[in-house]
């Protein structure tokens, strides 16, 4: 079965520090990878989306990478802001059907 | 929320009465979608849409239905609902299913508690 694992489960990080967030996948083959940010009471907001092709992409302060051949992703997060406060979603979509993948999140609390 | 809505928002219901959540979107993509949220448990596609009248089941559609009369609503209707089915749904759409840079856009959100 196609897994998508996310570490850690929960972080908790100072304003302004940097994190880096995990994501291991086994889906085979591979079309793209996805991470989602998910405010408390609201639905997933893309942030980054990149194919196999693609080693990294960055929106903002939020810079994705992606290993193709060990299958790993990671999520950085430069200068943390308390809006950052939210649960990250990996996203893995296969090469056939419809069905994406998704991991269970991270939760990041950033506090002052 | 990328032009979409969902209603209610909040719902209370009891074991064994039918439910019907609503899906609207003003984007005209072709393709819709509900997902469940659980703790624990990533997002997981119920059943979803590839064109009006076009649905299909996915991984946990048990206990569920859809209709999608019109291309802008898109329907999740729990027969007889039970407490297992308390959860977050989301409504999600798309403009098509194929292309690799392909988005979709999540509404935000319906809590269903079923007691």
């Known amino acids: 079965k196609n897994q998508v694992e996310q570490s850690p489960q929960s972080l908790i990080i100072l304003e302004g520090k940097n994190c880096t967030l995990q994501?291991?996948?086994?889906?085979?083959?591979?079309?793209?990878l996805r991470w989602y940010k998910q405010d408390t009471g609201r639905g997933p907001v893309s942030l980054t989306i990149?194919?196999?092709?693609?080693n990294t992409k960055s929106n903002g302060r939020y810079t994705a990478t992606l290993d193709a051949d060990t299958k790993q992703s990671s999520l950085h997060i430069t200068a943390s802001q308390l809006s950052d406060s939210a649960s990250y979603i990996c996203v893995v979509r296969g090469n056939s059907g419809y069905a994406l993948n998704f991991g269970k999140g991270t939760s990041l609390l950033v506090t002052p | 929320d990328a032009g979409i809505t969902q209603s209610p928002r909040h719902k209370v219901t009891e074991t064994g009465t039918p439910v019907t959540l609503r899906c609207h979107q003003t984007?005209?993509?072709?393709?819709m979608y509900w997902y469940r949220q659980d703790p624990g448990h990533g997002l997981r596609l119920i059943h979803y849409?590839?064109?009006?009248?076009?649905?299909d089941k996915g991984e946990v559609s048990d206990g569920y239905s859809v209709s999608r009369s019109k291309t802008e609503d898109f329907l999740l209707t729990l027969e007889s609902a039970t407490s297992s089915q308390t959860s977050v749904y989301f409504c999600a759409i798309s403009e098509s299913r194929g292309e690799v840079y392909n988005e979709q856009f999540f509404g935000p959100g319906t809590r269903l508690t079923v007691l």
């Open positions: 849409s590839y064109g009006v009248k076009d649905t």
């Open positions: 994501c291991n996948y086994t889906v085979s083959p591979f079309s793209n």
């Open positions: 984007e005209n993509h072709r393709y």
């Open positions: 990149m194919t196999f092709s693609e």
